[in-house]
């Protein structure tokens, strides 16, 4: 089975750009969404964009609509997830997931089967 890991996060200013990379790690085998959540010490862990390979159809939540970019490479199940104007209120452990079927409702956390470690994004004001 497929372990994702994450990659890309630090602390940038309001306002500034990331770009989060997530990779495989170990046996690659197929997959049919792969996507971003995130979660903030004390708050509940939210959707935050999913991208679905067959047909390249992307989802975003509003609160990141216009912002963020998702985007990946569907032969090696990499995926990025570039952020732009990024707000303190973007602060979080960002996750990288991956589903093996295709679900229809990609902000569902429990769409997912593989899940990473998670990196920090932090943006200060």
């Known amino acids: 089975q497929v372990q994702l890991v994450e990659s890309g996060g630090g602390l940038v200013q309001a306002g500034g750009s990331l770009r989060l990379s997530c990779a495989p790690s170990?046996?690659?085998?197929?997959?049919?969404?792969m996507g971003w959540f995130r979660q903030a010490p004390g708050k509940e862990r939210e959707f935050v964009s999913a991208?679905?390979?067959?047909?390249?159809?992307?989802y975003y939540a509003d609160s990141v609509e216009g912002r963020f970019s998702i985007s990946g490479d569907n032969a090696e199940n990499t995926v990025y997830l570039q952020m732009n104007s990024l707000k303190p209120e973007d602060t979080a452990v960002y996750y990288c997931?991956?589903?093996?079927?295709?679900?229809?409702?990609?902000?569902?956390?429990?769409?997912?089967?593989?899940w990473g470690r998670g990196t920090q994004v932090t943006v200060s004001s």
């Open positions: 170990g046996r690659t085998g197929s997959t049919y969404i």
């Open positions: 997931v991956a589903a093996t079927r295709d679900y229809w409702r990609t902000d569902r956390d429990d769409s997912y089967e593989y």
């Open positions: 991208l679905r390979w067959s047909g390249g159809r992307t």
